[in-house]
């Protein structure tokens, strides 16, 4: 109730005082916001009961394993699947396809746009596992990671200079709705759970990261789909 009481502070103001009219369906916003505030509390506690602690675990059981083969397919397989899952991703993806077809870049038929939005998806996936897989060699080796942002960000604007216009705005977006619901709490306790399991690493210092990387590589990979797909 405390972290929604802003968002209706600021929609009761609006209403209220600006536009000067009543709230619509005032019962149907009541109960929309009853299964909000239900809806989060199952989700969090969720999160804490299940998501977090079988990331970590699983994260310590492949360190102490001591294979890299299983422990990369294992960061691949959980970036690409908690991706494909993302509710705000399929919603995106959907809402791109729908309009590059009433911009004429795809075809206008049903099976086009259907292809299109799971192109989307796969390229924004894989890009995410790729990012995973990236993130934790550097977890595993010890590199720096603020030069291996800034050169990520550098090829962005490489690539963005020679993208087409159509996805650009498009692969920007899809940075930020792969870090939702489903990918940020296992990939998070994927990256603490590792970084506590090896010798000289700090979860702090370590642990926390492989959700820039997820940001980072769908931009790169959606423009490059973009250029072979435009």
Request: hydrophobic share 55%.
């Amino acid at each position: 109730m405390r972290d929604l009481l802003p968002v209706i502070l600021v929609v009761l103001f609006f209403q209220l005082v600006v536009l000067q009219q009543p709230l619509p369906n005032l019962g149907q916003l009541l109960m929309g916001t009853l299964l909000v505030v239900l809806g989060l509390t199952f989700f969090i506690n969720g999160l804490e009961m299940g998501l977090f602690p079988i990331g970590e675990s699983l994260a310590h059981a492949l360190a102490r394993k001591g294979s890299l083969f299983w422990l990369l397919t294992f960061a691949f397989t959980l970036g690409f699947g908690t991706t494909v899952a993302e509710p705000a991703l399929i919603a995106v993806s959907q809402e791109a396809a729908e309009v590059a077809a009433q911009a004429g870049a795809i075809g206008d038929s049903a099976a086009a746009q259907r292809s299109y939005a799971q192109g989307l998806r796969m390229t924004v996936a894989f890009s995410v596992g790729f990012a995973i897989v990236l993130g934790v060699i550097r977890i595993l080796k010890g590199w720096p990671m603020h030069w291996m942002i800034i050169a990520g960000y550098v090829l962005v604007v490489i690539i963005t200079s020679f993208a087409p216009r159509e996805i650009i705005g498009i692969a920007y977006d899809s940075g930020g709705v792969t870090t939702s619901t489903i990918t940020v709490p296992l990939v998070t306790a994927l990256g603490v759970g590792l970084a506590s399991s090896i010798r000289g690493r700090n979860p702090m210092i370590d642990g926390f990261g492989l959700i820039a990387f997820a940001s980072l590589t769908p931009m790169v990979f959606v423009m490059l789909y973009g250029m072979v797909v435009h």
